[in-house]
T-cell receptor, first 112, second 116 residues
Framework: QQQVKQSPQSLIVQKGGISIINCAYE??????FPWYQQFPGKGPALLIA?????SEKKEGRFTISFNKSAKQFSLHIMDSQPGDSATYFC???????????FGQGTTLQVKP | GAGVSQSPSNKVTEKGKDVELRCDPI?????LYWYRQSLGQGLEFLIY????????KSGLPSDRFSAERTGGSVSTLTIQRTQQEDSAVYLC??????????????FGPGTRLTVL
């Protein structure tokens, strides 16, 4: 049973455009929602994270929007750059277990 | 400072053989995690260590999989009698405490296992 569903599977955006990746979760006990960025041959790296007590968090060009009632959260990449081309994973965890449940990933390609 | 390191970076083995994958976490990190990333799939949790004990082994797919951690540092993931479906990238992550809600997990580069 997949607890975190991510879409789209792949995304192509022009340089300067907005990239949007969506995730939905099932377990209402989840209380930490990070996004990870992964380049080929590398391990994932934390990009930005949010807790459910806020609806939005922004760090530079990256914004997480969180909708607790809909059990959905999304990553927005403003002014997308070719260097943003990577695979992005949303994730969720519960309490202090630390165990991350990941979405299936989105491969983003930003065209120059 | 050094990040999480894993060895080997690549491992090719024959079906039925045993393999050992090693993870060196960031110094001082008490929590350590193993995940598996299959081709085109997301990351799948395998096991979590707090110090040398493993309070959560719920993700280990079968009894062919085991892991240990010694000295609160290095961890080894062992797969016995490997099968072709074990082929994947095995990722290790560590975090400072593992008990804080927003404790960042830092990932290693992974070990790519191919079972022929």
């Amino acid at each position: 049973q997949q607890q975190v569903k991510q879409s789209p599977q792949s995304l192509i955006v022009q340089k300067g455009g907005i990239s949007i990746i969506n995730c939905a979760y099932e377990n209402t006990a989840f209380d930490y929602f990070p996004w990870y960025q992964q380049f080929p041959g590398k391990g994932p790296a934390l990009l930005i994270a949010i807790r459910p007590d806020v609806s939005e968090k922004k760090e530079g060009r990256f914004t997480i929007s969180f909708n607790k009632s809909a059990k959905q959260f999304s990553l927005h990449i403003m002014d997308s750059q070719p260097g943003d081309s990577a695979t992005y994973f949303c994730a969720a965890s519960r309490g202090n277990t630390g165990k991350l449940i990941f979405g299936q990933g989105t491969t983003l390609q930003v065209k120059p | 400072g050094a990040g999480v390191s894993q060895s080997p970076s690549n491992k090719v083995t024959e079906k039925g053989k045993d393999v050992e994958l090693r993870c060196d976490p960031i110094s001082g990190h008490t929590a350590l995690y193993w995940y598996r990333q299959s081709l085109g799939q997301g990351l799948e949790f395998l096991i979590y260590f707090q110090g040398n004990s493993a309070p959560d082994k719920s993700g280990l797919p079968s009894d062919r999989f085991s892991a240990e951690r010694t000295g609160g540092s290095v961890s080894t993931l062992t797969i016995q009698r490997t099968q072709q479906e074990d082929s994947a990238v095995y990722l290790c992550a560590s975090s400072l405490s593992g008990t804080s809600l927003s404790d960042t997990q830092y990932f290693g580069p992974g070990t790519r296992l191919t079972v022929l």
